[in-house]
């Protein structure tokens, strides 16, 4: 097995630390050492998670929380129990609607880079460590650092930090350190770097087209910067890049669209020794149709970790794609030095969490609801996002709403819309308008629109990233219930906003529109900020981390 220098960055395990990883290591059986490359989906009740981490003994789970504290937090206090080695519980920390269900409120990368403070986005980042671990989080798949250029990209959307290199750096960087210094290993994520295609690797193996010398200058700097900076993991994406395994064979065919997650040019070559990543590798979801378009499971599964990832990221079938990597070491595919080695990295990921030391505390329900509880938590949150809603254009300087002159209120409106909820949830900002005096009418596909009926039209939008939705787009006919109303605008004969409360180029489709606020998330507190900056008791105070008007100069007017 390749020497890996455990007490190195961005591991740096003491000399107890690196015995056990090696002993762990050594005396795990070779069914076990394969079980321990495998993060798994964990979405059941806790009892029925509970069976199923016990019967396969994953390294990890991501547990996608129910609203049930105390099952949740008995569950955390006996999966290190439920196989040979304690394991890693991992989520996507994002902010917004991909929260804690119990968590505080916070804004999306999106939002807080419209704020642009590196200490607020510090605090927030503390905050979400800290109520994580204590609800036995260990390890976040953030903080993406994709570069959002490619403005119809559904699945980059809110999540990374914007355009801006130097932006995305100064955020990501602050986020790595807060999370990493609460016990929480961080990741940057998607490698080699989303952004640039419009598509989702849910549906596709997409692809990063920039040649070496704009690459280097943009996600080149940025993993560059997160390594120095200690990051723990990576997240090896669905994503080709064509250029850096062309420079290798210009001959390179097909070659060249093969996915990172399945390309050791692009794991080993430019990640390991080029860049000099120490850490761990994590693949993106494998059940994703990026990963599944280049072959069938019996050969992208060992080809995943014969690549250079060190965990396979989910599976619908985890007893089967076991088995694929048993017949890959069978058959001479998988090396066991290769195992060996992703296997040391697991648990050097363990031991630096903490995770070996037998006194560590476990999770605790009154801790829980102690840290989770916290005002001062609330009261931060709440202070950023005021800060977030941003005024992208008001041609008609129709803000701030008047009660006097702008009382009957029609709202058309697509709900929140989420990846997997069946049917948008509910938005409370009609409502916090009915509160401060409005007389409030949501749209309905049979009524009857009469302008003078009406002192004010409200557009309120609420989509942030989502998943295997190639395109996010302002869906006229799906907003008005039919062909006709798709086609009927009221801004010349009413006063009218659009407010996103997600996806923050909608003005690509209503260019016209006079008046467009964008605040990248729809949680219940960031809708209540808006109302205060509608009502004009807040400044508008974001500043537009991304081109709203998606480079068209009609749409400032």
């Known amino acids: 097995m390749a020497a890996i220098d455990l007490t190195a960055a961005p591991f740096n395990l003491d000399d107890e630390a690196v015995a056990w990883v090696h002993e762990t290591?050594?005396?795990?059986?070779?069914?076990?050492?394969?079980a321990q490359l495998f993060v798994l989906l964990s979405r059941e009740a806790p009892d029925a998670a509970l069976e199923t981490i016990r019967s396969f003994k994953p390294g990890g789970i991501t547990r996608i929380f129910t609203g049930e504290l105390g099952s949740e937090i008995a569950l955390m206090r006996q999966i290190d129990s439920a196989g040979p080695v304690p394991m890693?519980?991992?989520?996507?920390?994002?902010?917004?609607?991909?929260?804690?269900?119990?968590?505080?409120?916070?804004?999306?990368?999106?939002?807080?880079?419209?704020?642009?403070?590196?200490?607020?986005?510090?605090?927030?980042?503390?905050?979400?460590?800290?109520?994580?671990?204590?609800?036995?989080?260990?390890?976040?798949?953030?903080?993406?650092?994709?570069?959002?250029?490619?403005?119809?990209?559904?699945?980059?959307?809110?999540?990374?930090?914007?355009?801006?290199?130097?932006?995305?750096?100064?955020?990501a960087l602050a986020q790595i350190a807060a999370f990493q210094a609460k016990g929480v290993a961080a990741t940057v994520k998607h490698w080699p770097g989303e952004g640039f295609d419009d598509r989702d690797q849910h549906l596709v193996t997409t692809v990063n087209p920039l040649t070496l010398d704009e690459?280097?200058?943009?996600?080149?700097?940025?993993?560059?910067?997160?390594?120095?900076?200690?990051?723990m993991s990576v997240m090896s994406a669905h994503i080709a890049f064509p250029a850096f395994v062309r420079e290798l064979d210009p001959e390179a065919g097909a070659e060249a669209y093969r996915p990172a997650t399945q390309s050791a040019v692009l794991n080993q070559t430019l990640l390991r020794e080029r860049l000099g990543f120490n850490g761990l590798i994590v693949s993106d979801a494998t059940p994703m149709a990026g990963f599944g378009d280049w072959g069938p499971r019996a050969e992208t599964v060992p080809q995943c970790v014969i690549s250079g990832c060190d965990v396979i990221l989910f599976s619908d079938d985890p007893n089967a794609d076991l088995m694929y990597l048993v017949k890959a070491v069978a058959d001479g595919r998988l090396s066991q030095e290769r195992v060996d080695e992703a296997v040391t990295r697991v648990l050097a990921l363990k031991a630096a969490l903490g995770?070996?030391?037998?006194?560590?505390?476990?999770?605790?329900?009154?801790?829980?609801?102690?840290?989770?509880?916290?005002?001062?938590?609330?009261?931060?949150?709440?202070?950023?996002?005021?800060?977030?809603?941003?005024?992208?254009?008001?041609?008609?300087?129709?803000?701030?709403?008047?009660?006097?002159?702008?009382?009957?209120?029609?709202?058309?409106?697509?709900?929140?819309v989420q990846p997997f909820a069946p049917e948008p949830l509910p938005l409370s900002l009609p409502d916090l308008l009915r509160q401060e005096g409005f007389e409030v009418t949501e749209y309905t596909p049979d009524l009857q629109v009469n302008p003078k009926d009406f002192d004010l039209v409200l557009y309120l939008l609420a989509e942030e990233t989502l998943l295997t939705r190639q395109r996010i787009f302002l869906n006229w006919r799906a907003l008005t219930g039919s062909v006709f109303g798709a086609m009927k605008r009221y801004?010349?004969?009413?006063?009218?906003?659009?407010?996103?409360?997600?996806?923050?180029?909608?003005?690509?489709?209503?260019?016209?529109?006079?008046?467009?606020?964008?605040?990248?998330?729809?949680?219940?507190?960031?809708?209540?900020?808006?109302?205060?900056?509608?009502?004009?008791?807040?400044?508008?105070?974001?500043?537009?981390?991304?081109?709203?008007?998606?480079?068209?100069?009609?749409?400032?007017?």
């Open 88 to 171: 890693t519980v991992s989520a996507d920390l994002e902010g917004s609607r991909m929260s804690l269900p119990f968590g505080t409120e916070v804004p999306n990368p999106l939002g807080l880079a419209a704020i642009d403070d590196v200490e607020t986005t510090t605090a927030i980042s503390t905050i979400m460590a800290e109520e994580a671990r204590a609800v036995g989080l260990n390890w976040s798949f953030t903080p993406v650092i994709d570069i959002n250029k490619a403005w119809r990209s559904a699945i980059v959307g809110t999540r990374s930090y914007g355009d801006d290199v130097e932006r995305i750096e100064r955020h």
């Open 215 to 231: 690459w280097e200058k943009s996600y080149g700097r940025l993993y560059r910067a997160a390594i120095t900076a200690g990051v």
């Open 355 to 416: 995770l070996h030391k037998p006194d560590r505390p476990e999770p605790a329900l009154d801790t829980a609801q102690a840290v989770l509880g916290r005002t001062r938590s609330r009261d931060t949150a709440r202070s950023a996002t005021a800060k977030v809603p941003t005024l992208v254009k008001d041609v008609a300087n129709l803000l701030p709403l008047k009660l006097a002159k702008h009382r009957r209120v029609l709202i058309f409106s697509t709900g929140a």
């Open 491 to 557: 801004w010349h004969d009413v006063p009218t906003l659009m407010v996103s409360l997600g996806f923050p180029f909608y003005l690509y489709d209503a260019p016209r529109v006079p008046t467009y606020v964008n605040a990248y998330g729809s949680n219940e507190d960031m809708q209540a900020a808006v109302v205060e900056c509608l009502m004009g008791r807040a400044p508008f105070a974001g500043r537009s981390p991304v081109d709203a008007f998606c480079g068209s100069e009609q749409a400032k007017y």
């Open 25 to 34: 290591r050594d005396r795990l059986s070779p069914r076990d050492k394969l």
